[in-house]
Nanobody, 114 residues
């Protein structure tokens, strides 16, 4: 079983930045495709960014150019650097690991407000 723990969420003003972290358990992290998703109240959970075991990345159009996903396999951690944050970015952000089935973290709240 894989356990994922997100951190780094909080309150930030529009135009500000946050860096989210997702720490994974186990010794096989380097083989997992990882992703960040978000869910705002009353809305579906949506994909934000993904990164493969080889380091290839993919982004939702809404965050392209503003967010960067990365991973540090030595630390079993995936990051989401979020710049130029907008009020529409407010959501609970979830980390996902893709194995035989997906594993999800508990989520971390990101609030963008003046």
């Amino acid at each position: 079983q894989v356990q994922l723990v997100e951190s780094g969420g909080g309150l930030v003003q529009p135009g500000g930045s946050l860096r989210l972290s997702c720490a994974a358990s186990g010794s096989l992290f380097r083989f997992y495709a990882m992703g960040w998703y978000r869910q705002a109240p009353g809305k579906q959970r949506e994909l934000v960014a993904t990164i493969t075991s080889g380091g290839s990345t993919n982004y939702a159009d809404s965050v392209k150019g503003r967010f960067t996903i990365s991973r540090d396999n030595a630390k079993n951690t995936v990051y989401l650097q979020m710049n130029s944050l907008k009020p529409d970015d407010k959501a609970v952000y979830y980390c996902k690991a893709e194995l035989s089935r997906p594993y999800w973290g508990q989520g971390t709240q990101v609030t963008v407000s003046s």
